[in-house]
């Protein structure tokens, strides 16, 4: 068996790293903002898009949930948000075995975090 090689920072790009960071902090803060009025507009709009924005869709569930249910929510978006992040990380490392291992573990989260939030959203749209 061989060892594990340990990680070194030379082995990732940050500035890509901090782009897609970036990138996803500024579409939660969207969804945020913009889940009430995509949720007037229409309801199976809204639920597609819930489906589509993997972990930022529990931030648009908030426009269509009870109070209640407020903190659960911030919650599942938290632990989809921390899911995905490794795979943010080693999707910017050089070596193409952890980059394809990262994409497709990032993509099975965010799809099955897409489908609880379009799920949440729809249980109290209707």
Do not use: E, N, Q
């Amino acid at each position: 068996m061989g060892s594990i090689a340990p990680l070194k920072r030379a082995d990732f790009d940050f500035r890509i790293s901090l782009l897609l960071a970036g990138a996803y902090l500024v579409l939660s803060v969207l969804a945020f903002v913009l889940g009430r009025d995509l949720l007037h507009a229409s309801v199976s709009a809204f639920a597609h898009a819930a489906f589509l924005s993997g972990p930022i869709g529990f931030l648009l569930a908030l426009a269509s949930t009870p109070d209640s249910w407020t903190m659960s929510m911030l919650a599942y978006y938290l632990i989809g948000t921390l899911l995905l992040a490794p795979c943010l990380v080693f999707g910017c490392h050089r070596s193409v075995r952890v980059r394809g291992a990262s994409a497709a573990m990032g993509i099975l989260v965010w799809l099955a975090t897409g489908l609880f939030a379009g799920a949440a959203s729809l249980a109290f749209a209707a």
